[in-house]
């Protein structure tokens, strides 16, 4: 599928989604007035094959109310609101927006994410096809890449601007995560594999903070935040497991997880404004690199 006809697709299902009901018309005045319409109006046929090609594309259902012929989106089913699926709608909104304000680019920053433009869409090739992928590995712990890795692709993660792969290191049978911007001379194999049907991605992942999955046990962390802070994790919580408990000069926050590096980064970002209450050997994590940093300081 092109691209053009992909951004297609998902224009029609934002615009039915935002305005709920909308009528033939106005559709058509408003994807005439959009990037993909381009001042053309869109044909009878070609709008009922669009219908059909997000339906499929989405996993949902486009009805046609006929006593206000207005199309609306079937909720039974709908796997709109779903990760994949709300983000590549958000991502074709914003892109809708950005197309028609030239006239201010120079007044709009947006952050990059290195190695989409390159490596996603064969990554992603991988995976619809079960192909294994040969690439150049360069982490930054280490001077010299690690050439020809075979990977059998499990599934993408995006964190913090970065997208990741994670898959079975055909070499050692064990699981482990590549970042994108860090892989060279990617490739897609002729040979396939056959995904171990008992994996489930989304379980895997479920007790992780970022991209390492498997290291440590899950543990119920406890955080102390102020006022101000709890606000941010309120609107952007940092986990799916997370709960609040509101006093009145601060929040406990809790949530089961892994205890890993990027997690621990995360808890160090926020400062004073948030203290680990438990478990025990987080706090200790966190007091060490607060310390080291300390003594980065009066060692200058």
Known sequence: M???LFNRYAWIVDT??????ITRRQLDELWQASASGDGNPLPRRTFHNYLRGAE????????CDPSTFEYYIDNHGDT?????ADWLLNSVATNEVLSHSSDVASRIFL?????ARIHLAPVIDALRNNRILCFDYHPYQRRLAT???LLEPLFLKIFRQ????????????KIKTYALDRISALRLTT?????????????YSRNAFGIIFSEGEVRKIELKVDTRQAKYFRALPLHHSQEEFVHDEYSIFTYRLRITPDFVEELLSHGARVTVLAPPELRAMVKKELQEALDNYNNV
Do not use: C, Q
Request: glycine share 10%.
């Open 2 to 4: 092109s691209r053009d």
């Open 16 to 21: 039915i989604r935002r305005f709920g009901r």
């Open 56 to 63: 499929e594309m989405f996993g949902i259902e486009i009805k």
């Open 80 to 84: 709109l609101g779903t990760g994949v």
């Open 111 to 115: 952050e990059d994410v290195p190695s």
């Open 147 to 149: 050439r020809n890795v």
């Open 162 to 173: 970065r997208w990741y792969i994670t898959g079975r290191n055909s070499a050692d049978g």
């Open 191 to 203: 040979d396939t594999f056959t995904p171990d049907p008992t994996f489930d991605p989304a379980e």
